[in-house]
Every structure is written in C-alpha cells, then in structure tokens.
Nanobody, 124 residues
Framework: QVQLVESGGGLVQAGGSLRLSCAAS????????MGWFRQAPGKEREFVAAISWSGSSTAYANFVKGRFTISRDNAKNTVYLQMNSLKPEDTAVYYCAAVGQRRIVLNQDEYDYWGQGTQVTVSS
C-alpha cells in the first residue's frame, strides 16, 4: 500500500514557476514508477510526466516538454514536478500516482495509487 500526498500548488502569473512535491509512504517507494497527471475544469484527466523507479528514464506529454521536469529522490520518498514558463492553460488540479512497474507507464488506468491532488492556477 502506498499513500501519496501532493503539495506545492498555488497561484502564479503566466511565465512563472512552481515546484510540486509528492511525498509517498511505504518502504518500497523506489520500486514504483511515478507519474504526474492533471485535470482542468470540464476536461478529462491527462498525462503530464512519468519517471522510472531509478529515475534514469522519464517521459513527458508534448505540451510540457522543455518546460516541466520530473525528478525523484528515493531517499526522501518524494517525486517532484518542476514547472517553468507556466501558461494559463496549465491551470488544473495536479495529481501524482504510483504503479509497481519497471517500465515507464503513460496510461493512467494502469496506475494503482493516487494522491488527492493540488491546485495550480496560472493567471494571465
């Protein structure tokens, strides 16, 4: 069982930056692929980024490439999402998720554990 708690969301102006954190409980954090997803009002939840258990492999949605960076610190049981050059269209609730796989997973239906989400609002 893994419990996930996101933090770091807030209100930021367009062009600004935020760093989201996701703290995980459990001793086997390093064996999980971690992902970030987001859901904007009136839209379906979508994939943002994912990172392998070791941190050596990452994947990004096209709309965040070059702006967002996912990373993890297995010693701290934490995964991060550094978001730069934020745009109003990045406004959404951001969720982290975990799945016990060795390969990168993009499909949200395959993730086993989810956090409660953190709101990110980007003003124009």
């Amino acid at each position: 069982q893994v419990q996930l708690v996101e933090s770091g969301g807030g209100l930021v102006q367009a062009g600004g930056s935020l760093r989201l954190s996701c703290a995980a409980s459990g001793r086997t954090f390093s064996s999980y692929v971690m992902g970030w997803f987001r859901q904007a009002p009136g839209k379906e939840r979508e994939f943002v980024a994912a990172i392998s258990w070791s941190g050596s492999s990452t994947a990004y949605a096209n709309f965040v490439k070059g702006r967002f960076t996912i990373s993890r610190d297995n010693a701290k049981n934490t995964v991060y999402l550094q978001m730069n050059s934020l745009k109003p269209e990045d406004t959404a609730v951001y969720y982290c998720a975990a799945v016990g796989q060795r390969r990168i997973v993009l499909n949200q239906d395959e993730y086993d554990y989810w956090g409660q989400g953190t709101q990110v609002t980007v003003s124009s």
